[in-house]
């Protein structure tokens, strides 16, 4: 058994850098101190939904407490005040993924919606019959559903670019599916169901040579990498709040200004409106063109406090924490008899995604619920990967910053329950 313990990251010159006490960081997350079924709870879901730190919760609730108004259409206090926190919470996430300008910032209610923008926007707009969109085999469903809803009204083409049996991204095989009518790569970052990390700028630069705009899928990227859109010079990226430690209902859409001033609005309504007569209407510049109605004001406020909180731990040194806990779980899981982990990219986030014989992925997550430790089991909203894995399901330990070598050890006996119970 390894203790967790304080510890030091290394960055990549091997020079001690950031300090990282896991104990310390549990503490700021209250629903940690609960017990499931009398046992302490282990939380491995953290890619489906992150827990919350008391710094995001509290700032939604000072939010709700002190200042809440609805925002830009006010002359009075409260609503300068919302106005300015909420404003300042998109100043937050554009620092938060270094990108050039606010107004490159889109709040939407997740990665869900943001990709459904592009795609009922940008591509419905500049795409016609005959023009190819290329999606990889690690997608989730929101980033495969809403490109066939476009194939079916507009006759697009869809193409798939391969993995291998270990769930890497075949460069040299997406480079081939390129061609003169590709339009647009939408591909995820890193893999919700196998972890994988994806080689993006390879990716971009690839589809930028074929005169291709890409969309990055990055739900999975913003929790455990440093994300750099002016460094990645990627055309749009879509995460959603729940999985980088913030509120539910919130997310945020990417875009390089120069795009977005070219796109129609994604519904119409109050606030994204210069001008409205009965005979026309007059739409306001990007992000707001984008943002109509109300908008998840409290929830924007809270997902700003999530940057805020990530960046003060220090990126480098929360990924160093999740790759150790990555390489502990994947050699403790490994040697379990009849266990195999689905899923060893090259590189990975910290997803552990694995089949035991003759147990079906819902009875291990049962069992393990008796146990107090919280994992997913299903389709993992990827059935194309799971049928190209030839699976029908898996169960996945997903690891966040707060998880410990001794949740990592919890799974692991409590797996071993699981093989006594089907042996």
């Known amino acids: 058994m390894l203790a967790s313990t304080s510890r030091t990251a290394m960055n990549d010159e091997g020079r001690h850098s950031v300090s990282f006490d896991v104990h310390r960081v549990r503490d700021d997350f209250p629903i940690l101190k609960r017990r499931i079924r009398g046992r302490p709870l282990v939380y491995l879901d953290s890619a489906a939904s992150a827990q919350k730190p008391k710094a995001v919760l509290d700032a939604m609730q000072v939010a709700q407490e002190t200042i809440y108004a609805n925002v830009h259409r006010g002359v009075h206090t409260l609503s300068q005040e919302a106005t300015d926190a909420f404003e300042a919470a998109r100043e937050k ?23 459904n923008l592009v795609a009922a926007t940008y591509a419905r707009k500049f795409l016609s019959a005959g023009d190819e969109i290329i999606l990889s085999e690690l997608e989730h469903h929101s980033n495969i559903v809403p490109w066939q809803l476009l194939q079916a009204e507009k006759g697009i ?8 049996d270990d769930g890497n991204f075949l460069l040299p095989a997406f480079e081939r599916l390129l061609s003169p009518r590709t339009r647009l790569v939408a591909v995820t970052h890193v893999s919700n169901a196998l972890g994988t990390v994806t080689p993006v700028r390879a ?13 990055l899928d990055g739900c999975q990227a913003v929790p455990h990498l440093a994300v750099d859109m002016q460094a990645l ?18 997310g945020v859409l990417y875009g390089k200004k120069e795009l977005l001033a070219t796109m129609p609005p994604y519904q119409g309504g109050g606030e994204m409106i210069s001008t409205v007569t009965f005979a026309k209407s007059t739409f306001k510049e990007p992000p707001h063109r984008f943002e109509a109605g109300t908008p998840a004001i409290v929830e924007a406020i809270g997902l700003g406090a999530a940057a805020d909180y ?42 552990v995604s694995f089949v035991m014989e003759g147990v079906h992925a819902h009875d291990i997550g049962t069992i393990l619920d008796r146990a107090g430790i919280a994992v ?7 059935q194309p990967l799971m049928e190209r894995l030839g699976l029908a399901a898996t169960a996945r330990a997903s690891f966040g910053l707060y998880n410990t070598m001794e949740d990592v050890d919890a799974l692991a006996d409590a797996l071993k329950i699981v093989r006594e119970i089907f042996a």
């Open 93 to 115: 996430l554009r620092a938060f993924i270094n990108a050039a300008s606010a107004d490159e910032i889109i709040f939407v209610r997740g990665a869900t919606e943001g990709i």
């Open 157 to 164: 083409v869809i193409k798939v670019a391969p993995i291998d």
């Open 203 to 215: 990716i971009i630069e690839a589809a930028h040579r074929a005169g291709a705009k890409v969309l």
């Open 233 to 250: 010079d990627v055309d749009f990226y879509a995460f959603s709040g729940h999985k980088m430690y913030g509120p539910t209902g919130i």
């Open 310 to 351: 990530l960046t003060a731990l220090g990126r480098e040194a929360v990924r160093a924490h999740e790759q150790a806990l990555l390489a502990y779980a994947s050699q403790r899981v490994s040697a379990l008899p009849g266990l195999q982990i689905v899923g060893r990219a090259a590189e990975k986030a910290a997803i």
């Open 376 to 382: 997913r089991a299903g389709h993992h909203c990827a």
